[in-house]
């Protein structure tokens, strides 16, 4: 009788390198990055997040300011000290990318302490197929965000890229037939190269009249490939969403002692 041989191991994920962009200042919620969730600072619990993800060869914070990162770097995690005129989280991603070697940069929000670790993986799985130069991830969106203009959503084409992202809900569903709408997930994966290029290129009405950064990479014929998240994302903006999280996270701890301390985990 032969043998039952063991299932090949999963393919090896591109080396990537996370970059969690971190500010400071906040409008909503001041000075959020810092703000406690379970005893650390919210920048801290993403970062450790991204890294427990499995996804990535280094996780980067990449900040404006000397308290994120001495919070960040107390915390045993890597940090960098970046322009604090940078517009965008992108543009802070790019200043890591031209002063790290690597090939691979994933954006991962600073504001997510509950980012999708399998989403992630997917992600820079995605990036095995060298026709990529960019991709982002997407999740179904919830009827009850149709008309939330922050539920940013997103159209593809047959490929799996990007056709257009918008506030506005698209397509329109004059027919509830097929109609299944995409929520965009504010993950971005980029090569090296593409990541400085889109960086070099002129802002465009699109994205000024929308407000999404990426839609200067449509413009200009930077095709963003499509992943499917394996959940929502969970952002923290305001007080309320960090109160949100911090239950969640309370509860997950609570969940872990008790199962440490049962009879069937000593």
Same mark, same amino acid.
């Given at each position: 009788?032969?043998?039952?041989?063991?299932?090949?191991?999963?393919?090896?994920?591109?080396?990537?390198?996370?970059?969690?962009?971190?500010?400071?200042?906040?409008?909503?919620?001041?000075?959020?990055?810092?703000?406690?969730?379970?005893?650390?600072?919210?920048?801290?619990?993403?970062?450790?997040?991204?890294?427990?993800?499995?996804?990535?060869?280094?996780?980067?914070?990449?900040?404006?300011?000397?308290?994120? %990162? !001495?919070?960040?770097?107390? +915390?045993?995690?890597? =940090?960098? &000290?970046?322009? *604090?005129?940078? $517009?965008?989280?992108? #543009?802070?991603?790019?200043?890591?990318?031209?002063?790290?070697?690597?090939?691979?940069?994933?954006?991962?929000?600073?504001?997510?302490?509950?980012?999708?670790?399998?989403?992630?993986?997917?992600?820079? %799985? !995605?990036?095995?197929?060298? +026709?990529?130069?960019? =991709?982002? &991830?997407?999740? *179904?969106?919830? $009827?009850?965000?149709? #008309?939330?203009?922050?539920?940013?959503?997103?159209?593809?084409?047959?490929?799996?890229?990007?056709?257009?992202?918008?506030?506005?809900?698209?397509?329109?569903?004059?027919?509830?037939?097929?109609?299944?709408?995409?929520?965009?997930?504010?993950?971005?994966?980029?090569?090296?190269?593409?990541?400085?290029?889109?960086?070099?290129?002129? #802002?465009?009405?699109?994205?000024?009249?929308?407000?999404?950064?990426?839609?200067?990479?449509?413009?200009?014929?930077?095709?963003?490939?499509?992943?499917?998240?394996?959940?929502?994302?969970?952002?923290?903006?305001?007080?309320?969403?960090?109160?949100?999280?911090?239950?969640?996270?309370?509860?997950?701890?609570?969940?872990?002692?008790?199962?440490?301390?049962?009879?069937?985990?000593?």
């Amino acid at each position: 009788m032969n043998a039952i041989s063991a299932p090949p191991p999963p393919p090896a994920l591109p080396a990537a390198i996370g970059v969690v962009p971190a500010r400071l200042a906040s409008t909503r919620l001041p000075e959020k990055m810092l703000a406690d969730l379970g005893g650390k600072p919210l920048v801290v619990r993403t970062a450790e997040s991204a890294l427990a993800s499995g996804a990535f060869v280094r996780v980067i914070v990449a900040t404006d300011h000397e308290r994120i %990162a !001495a919070a960040v770097q107390a +915390a045993g995690l890597e =940090a960098m &000290l970046t322009d *604090p005129s940078h $517009p965008s989280g992108t #543009a802070r991603v790019g200043e890591v990318a031209r002063r790290t070697a690597g090939e691979l940069f994933v954006n991962i929000q600073g504001d997510e302490p509950l980012v999708d670790g399998e989403g992630l993986r997917r992600l820079v %799985a !995605a990036f095995a197929d060298p +026709a990529v130069g960019m =991709a982002t &991830l997407w999740f *179904p969106l919830r $009827p009850e965000d149709e #008309a939330n203009p922050n539920a940013v959503k997103v159209v593809a084409d047959a490929a799996g890229n990007a056709l257009y992202f918008s506030r506005s809900l698209i397509p329109y569903p004059r027919s509830r037939e097929g109609f299944r709408p995409r929520k965009h997930v504010g993950v971005y994966g980029y090569r090296r190269a593409t990541l400085l290029r889109l960086l070099d290129l002129p #802002a465009t009405d699109l994205e000024r009249i929308e407000s999404l950064e990426q839609l200067r990479a449509l413009y200009h014929g930077i095709p963003i490939r499509l992943v499917e998240a394996s959940r929502d994302s969970v952002g923290v903006d305001t007080p309320a969403d960090l109160e949100r999280v911090r239950l969640f996270l309370q509860r997950s701890l609570s969940s872990c002692r008790d199962t440490s301390s049962s009879p069937a985990a000593s």
